[in-house]
């Protein structure tokens, strides 16, 4: 037999998106998409799943794979990279690289997260693996492991090329496995400026001017993708990636990130739905001395709500009753499903919070017995 239980957690669960609670800021931009870093939880969606140049915010992409080769002691931060005559004369922002000069493998990487540098990703990448195509391959393959499904990478720097794009969305996770993954690598994209062959050039990332806890990530500009901006801040115990593209202008881009990176930061809270070890249901136990078992939940679960709410919500409990002897600590026996608030469905599972042993032999065929006659004890 199975029972539902349904209780009262937090109002915001049983409304299917953020629109019907909260009012959305209007963009300029052609792509905007946001993300709380903890909770995965989607703020903000404007055609996030669409198409569109990464300009040199695929550099991110470039500084990962450099960081893997670094951390598999291919190359390390102080080794020598010459500069070939392809990565000088490759065009666009550049980090001013001298044709035949060394350059540290450290230097290059500030050069392409501070300076922008498009000839620096070319020395980098022909560094680290002999060309840049073999580094693009390198690059194809990290996306495609990180989970970016709509990306494709056809050089190290972001030129333009039809078939080098990703998504707004794409480059969210990008951003957030950067910051997972290289905690300590990621400070270089919170320094505002680098000196070069006597050049200092400032981070071209408008959000690190502003008093908002922003600390990366990365900006983009072409032609036909406009400007873009790959965001991460901090408020509180909470970060915030965000990724727009499409604006007209630098001083767009920066107004345009800049209130919806505020936006997404004061208007949404994160809460513990369930601590791990919550009782969620009491369930009969049958065949054995131990008439009653708790379902609770395994792992802590946390999630995104707007800031003013506060009230509780429906969330059904689902298990199988009564449960039959023997159990063990951890086993699943049931589900508490939810509406989470950006309009996804979650399941979560329940589990035995303790062994239950069965009883002697005589005890459980008595008991089937009494089963058979009246039925299952409540």
């Known amino acids: ?14 409304v299917p998106s953020f629109a019907q609670e909260i ?10 998409y946001i993300v709380d870093f903890d909770t995965g939880v989607v703020l903000y969606n404007k055609n996030g799943e669409e198409r569109m140049p990464t300009s040199s915010m695929s550099k991110v992409l470039t500084t990962i794979v450099a960081d893997d080769a670094i951390r598999a002691g291919t190359i390390s931060k102080d080794q020598k990279i010459t500069v070939s005559e392809k990565a000088w004369k490759t065009g666009g922002s550049r980090m001013f690289l001298d044709l035949n000069s060394e350059v540290s493998v450290g230097d290059l990487l500030k050069g392409i997260v501070i300076q922008s540098g498009n000839d620096a990703c070319v020395a980098l990448a022909e560094g680290i693996a002999g060309s840049e195509a073999n580094f693009v391959v390198m690059m194809n393959r990290k996306a495609e492991e990180i989970g970016m499904k709509d990306s494709h990478f056809m050089n190290s720097n972001g030129w333009p090329d039809p078939n080098h794009y990703s998504t707004a969305k794409d480059l969210a996770l990008l951003g957030t496995y950067l910051i997972k993954t290289y905690p300590e690598e990621y400070k270089v994209y919170a320094e505002k400026e680098f000196t070069y062959n006597n050049i200092k ?4 990332n408008p959000l690190l001017y502003k008093n908002i806890g922003a600390d990366g990530i990365k900006t983009g500009h072409t032609d036909d993708g406009g400007y873009g901006l790959m965001g991460s801040a901090v408020a509180g115990d909470r970060r915030v990636v965000l990724v727009i593209n499409g604006t007209t202008s630098m001083q767009a881009r920066a107004d345009e990130s800049s209130k919806l990176m505020e936006w997404a930061l004061t208007s949404f809270k994160n809460v513990n739905l369930f601590e791990k070890g919550t009782v969620m249901a009491q369930v009969p136990v049958v065949l054995s001395p131990t008439r009653q078992i708790n379902l609770i939940v395994n792992e802590q679960y946390r999630t995104t709500v707007p800031s003013f709410a506060k009230d509780a919500a429906k969330v059904n409990v689902t298990y199988k009753s009564p449960v039959v002897a023997p159990v063990k600590a951890g086993d699943v026996l049931g589900s508490a499903r939810l509406v989470l608030p950006d309009g996804t ?6 589990v035995a919070a303790v062994d239950v042993e069965e009883s002697s032999f005589f005890k459980r065929l008595s008991e089937k017995l009494m089963i058979l006659l009246v039925g299952v004890p409540e």
Not at 23 to 32: D, G, N, V
Not at 201 to 204: H, L, M, P, V
Not at 345 to 350: C, F, G, I, N, T
């Open 23 to 32: 009012t959305l800021p209007e963009t300029s931009a052609k792509q905007a």
């Open 345 to 350: 469905l979650k399941e979560v599972s329940l």
């Open 1 to 14: 037999m199975k029972f539902i239980l349904s209780f009262l957690l937090l109002t915001l669960l049983s």
């Open 201 to 204: 050039q400032g981070n071209r």
